[in-house]
């Protein structure tokens, strides 16, 4: 019977299977339209839901910009010649249609949007790390929605996270940023459409990224901790951490991945013990080596003052 | 002049319609093409309400902001919020004035004409609790913090009738503008304004001796502001951007004096505190598209910091080690650091399958101020003086990729990526560079779509060689003997990373998806440190649709981290104590659960979203190696954290107008953490003698029900 159920089982997730497939080849076996309708109205008919006309009540319906969809050809402008499509309804396809099922990838996908996005945040679309993932415009914009989740800060997390379900944890972390408030989100550090620094930072560098809002441990400093300078992410997870301050691991411990000197308990076990050591608890050693980030005071070597 | 520009705008549109039209209308003979007749979109509305809460302060997160702001207080509390927006098609304008019901900011309120003009204000405030109910005998709200009458140095640290109670929380608010002008088709020019205000106590160690210190409650008083502009230029093949920007960071405290709270006779000492600081970029970034799939991208930069804000005096306390002379030190820093970054980029399809990118990048951080000599008190020879160390860096990076697409969505990618760093260390009178190459190689697999089912492979392997140079070996292994650890980004290592993710959509109404993600450091490290570092991340996700009024979504995530490293400890006459081992283990699992359902179609919807977390971390710690003096042994306690969160939100839909929405919030946290907990119960962590500060961890249930009105008008 366990085997019967099983092989059952089987068979319809088999099925399943084949049909999802078929029924994905068979937009692709439709030919596409060659010639052009015009206008939104004709497209409106048949798409008459709300989803399709609330591009209208958008940026992309501001007839009055001539830059617009709306200035110019419509649901054409976006989806492509849909002349023989609106004529003989189902017998042809637009061009594009953006959903998921859609044969074009995301690069041509994206080539339509940039076709007028192809500046500012933008411009470096085509060379990020998501183009090359395959990911296309509509996967995390609706531009048939007046309020795109991608852009609203409160919501925007939840678009990313779709993808990047580690954040998803990370975010309701003990010691995190404040996205789920919307006061910091994504884009505050990263553009999606690639930009100047590593992992698609907004600034050049993960330190420039941090110091926009911690200007204070900018410097420079009259004593400097190197790896301070080499990049924030040594010591510090921005998306998330079950230890204090972001910290990638908890301090002595994490301190002692680096610094193993003289006189100092290395372990919490070490010299007279966990009971009486003052580096283990509170800030660990922060507690006395307080000006991890640069000490400007003379007596500043050790970061103690 | 903009009715004028409005009207030719509709003219051109009008005519261009027109055109089409006449195509259309030959060929498929459709009567009417107008565009639709777009009126003018308001989306007014005003809210108001009250709230209660049986437990505010501190709960509900760390971050308070928006409808939880008043969750501060404990008891009844107003919310309320006001949103005008809208947008008129034809003129292209859109507006917005919104205030606590924004989209995450407190205030916000723009007004453009779409492809002309935008002009726009944000604020905002972000309430952070950092340790709520703390105790400290210093009261924080200044720079000179005094111990209360009768405190006896030593004993009273852990004496709470000398402690009072008070939240360490820090508020910050931001207010910015914006402004941007479309000065033709191509030509386009930005502003950005802001002010960050950070206020209120943080805590901060205060070193009062080799055995001595206390938290301390630290005053927070920075502003930073920032300007931005940009002029940039964009036709449909080239886009360029040039931009400037400007920082500058002022702390209003300079420093902080306190009282000596472990030795007799009560002394003042002193910390310094940030420095103000400025900062200014300029750089340019755009590309140039051959054709829209061939392109390059090009960004360059150049950027100055500097700092010169007066050094404090040396010691207050004499009498505490190290005391240095101030004949010998200039009265400030006069520091000065440039950074440089370069990067191209090629990007291409040359073929409708394959596709490539070329990169290459460059980075430089350069001091350009000295090192500066140090010299203690009563010995003016360079050998019982210190220098201050300044660490420049250049990186420069080469990467490669090429994807193929087979039928079937089945994709392969792979890449590499030669990674070169020098970290030049200045020191008076010496220089010196250590140099890390770092190769990355990685293949990714996007197996051919069975059905609804996808799967992602990727695998990649880092190996980085460290060229050490002398002095830094010495510093590690003075004499040849190992006392010291080797900075971990200095370390030879291998890395390995694997990842899996899987894809399943379900009938159309569920869907699956699963990942799995390992990372396995190994450091080749012959001293102390870091030696190996393993992190585990697999994530489930569920979403369901059983139909257009409910979604519900599901997450599950589980996460592993390891760190192993080795030390040991040294006496004060380099007798060594026995080496150790150090396991450190980190684990956190997450759940999740929301639900969005509309349980009477244009009536009433309730959104509900539930979190649990877990994490709880461990330490093992061995004896490696007996020599000289012995590790103590004993239980090393692990540290947990517990958190339920559920919020659950109804809204009722009385009419076009009014909306009635009542929102419950339940959170439950418990915490231990060894660290902070009974810092001043004797016998339980004695340790609480040199620290002299008191914070439990957070254990609590708390509840909050807030009910508003919505008017749209």
New interface residues.
Partial sequence: MQVSTARFGQILMLM??????VA?QDRESLPAST????????C?ECHDDEHA?AV????H????????P?????CESCHGPG?EH??KEKQFRVAQTFASDDPA?A?VQA?TC?GCH???DQ??F??SAH??A?VACGDCHNVHQ??DKSL????QAEVCVDCH??Q??NM???SRH?M????V?CTDCHNPHGD?GPHMLVE??VN?TC???H??????????H??V???CG?CHNPHGS??EALLT??PP?LC???????????????????????R?????C??????V?G???????TF?? | MNSKR?AL??A??AA??AS??A??QD??G?E?????V?KP?Y?NHVEFGIGYTDDGNGKF???T??L?SALQSDGPFAVGGLRLSG????????WQVAAGM????ALEAFYE???NFQVGFYG?R?E?IEYHKARSPYQGGSDTLLLPAGFQPGTSVRDGSFFSEENIATTRQTFGFDASKHVS?KW?L?FNAER?DKDGDD?????QG????A?LPEPID?K?D?LTARI?Y?D?CL?N?LELYY?Q?E?GND?LVFDNAQFAPINLE???L??D?E?MRV?I???Y?FD??T?L?W?A?W?R?K?D?D??P??LDQAFA???D?VF?PSS?D???E?S?F?L?L?G?PLARF?Y?L?YDY?N?E?Q?DA?P?QLVGGATASSG?S????D?ETQSFAA?G?Y?FANRF?I?GGLELLSTD?D?TTVGESYTDTTDEDRYWLEL?LP?????SAKLRAEYNVTDADLSDETLEFISPGGVD???????LLERSQDVYEINLDY???GSVSL?S?F?VIRDNFDNE????HDRESD?L?F?LSWSPSNLVAMSA?A?F?Q?E?R?I??????T?VP?SE?N?K?E?E?D?F?LTLDWIVVEGRFDVKADL?Y?E?D?S?T?SVRESAG?A????A?PD?D?Q?L?LNIVGNYHFNEQVDVSARYIYESRS?ND???DS?LTPGV???????G?AYERPDYDSQALIMSVRYKF
């Fill in positions: 399943l299977l084949i049909s999802g497939h994905a010639t052009f309708s015009t206008g939104a109205k004709v409106l006309a209208m009540a958008g940026p319906g501001m007839a009055g910009d001539a830059r617009t709306a200035a110019n050809k419509g002349g609106a004529s990838d690069a080539e940039m192809n500046k500012s411009q470096h085509l060379a183009s090359r395959d007046r309020d609203a800060r409160i919501s379900v580690e998803k944890a309701n972390k003990f404040p789920r408030e919307g006061k989100v100047k050049a560098t420039e110091y926009t809002c200007a204070e441990k900018r410097g420079p400093f009259l004593f400097e190197e790896p300078q080499d990049d040594e079950i230890n691991a908890r411990f002692q991945q680096c610094h193993n000197d003289t006189r100092h308990p290395g372990t919490v076990y070490a010299n007279s013990g966990f009971a009486v050591s003052n283990t608890v509170g800030k660990g922060s507690n006395c080596h307080t000006n980030h000490s400007n005071h003379p007596a500043g070597l103690r003052r | 409005t705008c509709m051109i549109a261009a319609m089409s039209v195509i259309a060929e498929f459709f009417d093409e107008s565009a639709p777009v979109v989306d997160g760390e971050y902001s928006g939880n947008s008129d098609g034809d003129s292209a304008s859109a924004g989209n995450g900011r004409v779409q492809g905002d972000l952070k088709d386009s930005s960050q805590t901060i160690g205060g070193n080799f055995s001595g210190t938290l920075y930073t920032q940039e964009a449909k886009q951007g920082s960071f702390n420093g002193q910390l310094a940030e420095p600081n900062f750089g970034d755009g590309g598209s829209m799939r392109r991208s960004f930069d950027s910091g700092q804000q050094f404090l040396v010691v190290p005391t240095i101030p030190v820093l520091g000065e650091v950074r970054a990067k980029t990007v399809r596709d990118r990169e980075r951080r001091n101020h500066l140090v210190y201050s160390h300044l660490y860096k990729e994807g697409r994709r990618r970290r260390t996007r779509s069975v059905g609804s089912f006392r010291r650890a080797t900075p971990f980004f959509a379900f009938a998806y990942s993600k001293n102390y440190g870091l991340v994530n996700g997450y995530s996460e981290y760190l490293q030390g040991r400890q040294m006496g004060g380099a104590y150790w150090l450190t980190d956190s997450a999740g979190a977390l994490s971390s330490y710690s003096i590790l103590l042994t004993g090393m540290s954290d958190l969160r915490a060894w660290a902070w810092l962590n004695t340790t609480a003698s040199v620290v500060f």
